[in-house]
């Protein structure tokens, strides 16, 4: 497995300097968030086509690449004619003279480095042994299921709800919205810990659990809740929201 998570690595640094210039060159770096879900279906393109495949790795590459390009064509979607994204530009803005540098290390090499680790259950599974299918994996296939419709249906509602907005500052709180203030994060992690889910059963398949770790560290923690939330920080209506609603588990509004 080392050579292959090698060889991967070295794919996703080329892919990340593409990605760059292509951002530089539209002067936004928020093209990265339509490059995270395109890069690992080309870490399974990559995988099917200079590994030897199998039903478990055919598996894990339909449903990884399902996911990658709806979330990539749902992000090219929703932002077009949109200027730069405000975390973007708020590090555009206070990276100053530092910034192309930055960006590259930050941005591009830094999320290349988060699709090689979030990508073990892929690698996990191009190398498995056996490579069939264990019954035990029905279970991480369902939970990836319900992971892909919550974070499916929950970037659809809001799409619907920002194309109908009452004012600039309402707030959606209404189909999955109303349970958790984040479906699509929620729906994110959990599709990650059931493809974590399908590879377990094989040999060395608990290493894959850095994965759905990872994600869920990143986006509870780091660059999804606090950072999207810190935006509405002085929103009233978004604050009264955040105080009924459950962040990330749906639950009954408080």
């Not at 590994?51 to 790795?57: M, N, Q």
């Not at 530092?98 to 990508?119: A, D, E, K, T």
């Not at 209506?237 to 955040?242: G, V």
Request: charged share 15%; hydrophobic share 50%; aromatic share 18%.
């Amino acid at each position: 497995m080392l050579h292959t998570i090698t060889q991967v690595a070295g794919l996703l640094l080329v892919y990340a300097s593409v990605w760059f210039v292509i951002g530089l060159i539209r002067k936004r770096n928020d093209v990265a968030d339509i490059a995270w879900g395109l890069g690992f279906i080309l870490i399974c393109g990559y995988c099917w086509v200079n590994k030897p495949y199998s039903p478990l790795s055919t598996l894990v590459y339909v449903l990884v690449t399902l996911w990658g390009l709806r979330l990539s064509g749902h992000i090219a979607w929703r932002s077009r004619h949109k200027p730069e994204d405000f975390r973007y530009r708020q590090w555009r803005e206070t990276w100053g003279k530092w910034f192309v540098l930055r960006s590259f290390l930050q941005v591009y090499v830094l999320q290349g480095f988060f699709m090689l680790v979030i990508s073990a259950p892929i690698l996990v599974a191009t190398t498995a042994a056996p490579p069939t299918v264990s019954i035990y994996s029905v279970p991480g296939v369902l939970l990836w299921i319900v992971g892909f419709l919550f974070e499916t249906i929950g970037d659809y509602q809001l799409l619907v709800f920002s194309q109908n907005k009452p004012h600039r500052d309402a707030i959606m709180e209404t189909g999955l919205w109303r349970y958790t203030r984040h479906p699509n994060y929620f729906g994110e992690v959990v599709l990650w810990w059931g493809l974590f889910g399908v590879v377990l059963p094989v040999s060395g398949g608990i290493w894959a659990i850095i994965s759905p770790l990872t994600i869920t560290f990143l986006l509870l923690y780091v660059s999804g809740i606090p950072m999207l939330e810190a935006k509405y920080a002085d929103n009233a209506a978004f604050q009264a929201y955040k105080k009924r609603t459950s962040a990330f588990f749906p639950w009954w509004k408080r």
